[in-house]
């Protein structure tokens, strides 16, 4: 294999690092940052060098398109130990012992791996199929959203997306003609293991060499889901979306259990993957989000899920607005400040937003229409700049801070739902985000707001939402606006 010189081959094992921690590789911009150069030109020809040398395979466009160019070296051994259902579960069926190889960085750091082959099509929208084999990584706990392999009353397997909720476990599978499993609490069942990648193979003795990791989505018309609102998992209906197909997410999670949301849970990483495969390339996604304060202290659930979207899913944080509401009064005034904000972080996928106006969230200038000298600005070594005499423009670019008041909404409809935002925030974001005719995603519509001022707009827009109850105070809502505007 060709030589590396010293700086290509500490980008390489950087690279190799990264993705082996993270599972996926880094931008061009955090390798120009890690290793302190000047310009990304520097970066671009290191990488092209070592893609020329066949030690990266540059697979898409993406800002995190690298993999390792893995050899047979690259490899890694483990046992293939039967056949798992991914339809109504069954027992484990043993095979003749067998071991697969699989690519290193195909394994998430340290653990015990195995694998499983695929009985059924139950988690087919996963690109799980009959015949396919799963890598699992061997651990007994597992969180809302996971695929797992689940050990039924100690004899029955099955592959399915695990989720606990009040009284009961619900395991998921991603085919809509399947129902989900739901188990009381009174019946045993066991985690056996955690999905961790599905490979499609050809046999070489009894060692099974993977071909490619699979990483193709189902294509799905989207014409069929415009101007709609699923009653589903949020996850789940996304991956029957196409990929790049979406202008502009605007959603509020039920973050921290604040509200219980009838019983249901979600997962916002997995959410967040869906959202940045959907969207189209400069498309935006917008979240609505607070922290639970619980012991004198903040949870850190949006720190958290912006970093975990920044580092981990590939977005760019565009921007922090501050949601600005007034605060309820309660005891917590006795112990601590009046919450009257949530955060507004503004995600982008690529590298600048594919729609942007801002004409209609400007608002008034103090000053507009005068004449007037303002003071010299100070710049960042320590110089000021001269003093100038400018009109005043009647209209101001709008800030980070953007004030609302529900009590403006005046929506009786609206109040049946525990946890709603102002329909202003949606119509901001729709007018500054997203073109005439495009299309709007609420992974977590609640109420509807975002689907009713996307109508009021003259955007598409696809709600999904897993509380029937809520799916239907959505559509009455939209009903509502669909026959004040005939």
Not at 96 to 110: F, H, N, W, Y
Not at 169 to 178: K, V
Request: charge should be positive; aromatic fraction near 8%.
């Amino acid at each position: 294999m060709p030589t590396l010189t010293k700086r290509q081959k500490e980008i390489y094992e950087y690279i190799k690092k990264y993705i082996n921690k993270k599972g996926l590789s880094p931008t061009f911009e955090e390798i120009k940052k890690h290793f302190d150069l000047s310009a990304l030109s520097g970066v671009h020809q290191h990488i092209d060098a070592l893609i020329k040398k066949g030690f990266l395979i540059k697979t898409n466009n993406s800002a995190r398109g690298l993999e390792i160019k893995n050899t047979f070296q690259d490899f890694i051994k483990i046992p293939l130990k039967g056949t798992i259902a991914a339809g109504a579960p069954i027992d484990i069926a043993e095979e003749e012992r067998e071991v697969i190889a699989v690519p290193k960085t195909s394994l998430p750091g340290t653990g015990d791996f195995y694998a499983l082959r695929v009985v059924g099509d139950s988690m087919i929208d996963e690109n799980i199929n009959n015949g396919d084999i799963i890598l699992v990584k061997q651990q007994n706990t597992a969180d809302n959203g996971q695929k797992v392999v689940a050990l039924i009353d100690n004899h029955e397997a099955t592959l399915k997306k695990f989720y606990k909720e009040r009284d009961h476990i619900r395991l998921q599978p991603a085919n809509e003609n399947i129902e989900p499993i739901i188990l009381k609490k009174d019946t045993p069942v066991a985690i056996q293991g955690i999905f961790i990648d599905v490979i499609r193979n050809i046999e070489i003795k009894n060692v099974i060499i993977p071909k490619k990791i699979i990483g193709t989505k189902k294509k799905h018309k989207l014409n069929n889901w415009l101007n709609t609102i699923q009653c589903m998992d949020c996850v789940e209906g996304m991956k029957k979306l196409p990929d790049n197909s979406i202008d502009l997410i605007v959603t509020s999670p039920p973050y921290d259990e604040i509200r219980k949301y009838n019983g249901f849970s979600y997962d916002l990483h997995a959410t967040g993957k869906e959202i940045f495969r959907v969207l189209k390339d400069g498309g935006i996604a917008v979240m609505v989000i607070q922290d639970q304060t619980k012991n004198f202290a903040k949870s850190l659930t949006s720190f958290k899920t912006i970093i975990d979207w920044c580092d981990n899913i590939g977005f760019r944080l565009f921007e922090t607005a501050i949601y600005r509401k007034h605060g309820t009064e309660g005891a917590w005034w006795t112990h601590r400040f009046r919450v009257d904000h949530e955060y507004m972080p503004i995600f982008l996928k690529g590298d600048r937003p594919a729609y942007f106006n801002k004409e209609p969230l400007k608002i008034p200038s103090k000053h507009g229409g005068k004449v007037m000298t303002g003071s010299g600005n100070r710049k960042t070594n320590g110089k000021t700049t001269k003093t100038v005499t400018r009109a005043i423009n009647p209209m101001k670019c709008r800030g980070t801070i953007w004030e609302y008041l529900m009590a403006g909404d005046k929506d009786s409809l609206k109040r049946k739902h525990p946890a709603v935002f102002p329909d202003k925030i949606p119509f901001d974001f729709i007018q500054c985000f997203c073109p005439e005719n495009g299309i709007v995603l609420d992974p977590f519509l609640g109420c509807g707001s975002t689907a009713v001022t996307a109508k009021k707009l003259k955007r598409n827009y696809i709600g999904f939402d897993i509380s029937k109850e809520y799916c239907d105070l959505a559509k009455e809502r939209v009903k509502t606006i669909q026959d004040a505007l005939l």
